[in-house]
């Protein structure tokens, strides 16, 4: 089994910056590619970001390239997404995940075999 704790949310103004972090343990990490999620009450939950499993490969939602970035550090076990000039928009429940599968080169629901608990991202007007 895989663990995800996320942490780094809060409440911030439009334009501020975040950094998330995602601490993993229960397996080897250094061969799995992992993601970034978020969620709204009543909606489901969506695509932000993704690293390979090496870190040469990064892919993003439309909605935040540019402003986002995913990148890991294998060595302490843990993922980031530095998240710049926030939107009101980008308030969500932010999980990070963990694919089920070795060597994978990006992320996507169907490929997340474990999630975290989620931290709250608040961006005000």
């Known amino acids: 089994q895989v663990q995800l704790v996320e942490s780094g949310g809060g409440l911030v103004q439009a334009g501020a910056s975040l950094r998330l972090s995602c601490a993993a343990s229960?397996?080897?990490?250094?061969?799995?590619?992992m993601g970034w999620f978020r969620q709204n009450p009543g909606k489901e939950r969506e695509f932000v970001a993704a690293i390979s499993w090496n870190g040469e490969r990064t892919n993003y939602a439309d909605s935040v390239r540019g402003r986002f970035t995913i990148s890991r550090d294998n060595g302490k076990n843990t993922i980031y997404l530095q998240m710049n000039s926030l939107k009101p928009e980008d308030t969500a429940v932010y999980y990070c995940a963990a694919d089920r599968l070795r060597y994978g080169l990006t992320m996507t629901t169907n490929r997340a075999g474990y999630w975290g608990q989620g931290t709250q991202v608040t961006v005000s007007s």
């Open positions: 229960g397996r080897t990490f250094s061969t799995s590619a």
